[in-house]
Structures are given as C-alpha cells and as structure tokens.
Nanobody, 125 residues
Framework: QVQLEESGGGLVQAGGSLRLSCVVS????????LGWFRQAPGKEREFVAG????????LYGDSAKGRFTISRDNAKDTVYLIMNNLKPEDTAVYSC??????????????????WGHGTQVTVSS
C-alpha cells in the first residue's frame, strides 16, 4: 500500500503563495503518477497537477498552468505543489493521490488508488 499525507494549507490573501507538501510512504515506488486534486464545495474534484514518479515528467491542469509548480524531493519522497498568485477561486481542499497503474487518464480521479486526507486552502479577496 501507499500512504499519503498532505500539509501546508491555510488562509492566504489573493495574490499570495502557498507550498503544499505530500509525503509518500509505504510502497512509494509502486506509484506511477502522483497527482494533486482539489475539490471546492459543491464542485467536482479537479485535477491540478501531477508528476510521473519514475520519468519525472510533470502534468498540469488548465487552472494551474503558469501559476502552480509541482516538484519532488527524491530523498524525502515528498512532492510539493507551489502555488503562486492565488485567487479566491483556488479555495478548495487539496489532496494528493497515487496512481499505481500506467493506464488511465492522469486527470481522472477514479484511476487513482490511494488518497491522502487533504489540506484546506482558503484564499481571501
């Protein structure tokens, strides 16, 4: 199994920045894609960014392009989501997830096998 734990959420003003962390433990090497998703109240879960574990290639959803960066600290098995120029519409619970199979669209939540509990990000206007 893969265990995931997020941290780094909080309250920030519009235009500010946050860095979210996702510590991957257990059988971390089973991960094919590590994804960040977010879900706002009343909305569907949305793909934000992802990283192919072995290849290191990065993936971004439309909402993240140009503002968010996903990166990995190999020594710590930690994946970061650096969010800049935050907007009120970025307010959501952010969760990291592990997809252990190569197949399945990286932007579709149902293909992910393991999930963290999430961390709340609130952006005030």
């Amino acid at each position: 199994q893969v265990q995931l734990e997020e941290s780094g959420g909080g309250l920030v003003q519009a235009g500010g920045s946050l860095r979210l962390s996702c510590v991957v433990s257990g059988r971390a090497s089973d991960t094919y894609t590590l994804g960040w998703f977010r879900q706002a109240p009343g909305k569907e879960r949305e793909f934000v960014a992802g990283l192919n574990w072995n290849a290191g290639t990065t993936l971004y959803g439309d909402s993240a392009k140009g503002r968010f960066t996903i990166s990995r600290d190999n020594a710590k098995d930690t994946v970061y989501l650096i969010m800049n120029n935050l907007k009120p519409e970025d307010t959501a619970v952010y969760s990291c997830a592990s997809k252990i199979r190569a197949g399945g669209a990286h932007y579709t939540a149902r293909w992910y096998d393991y999930w963290g509990h999430g961390t709340q990000v609130t952006v005030s206007s």
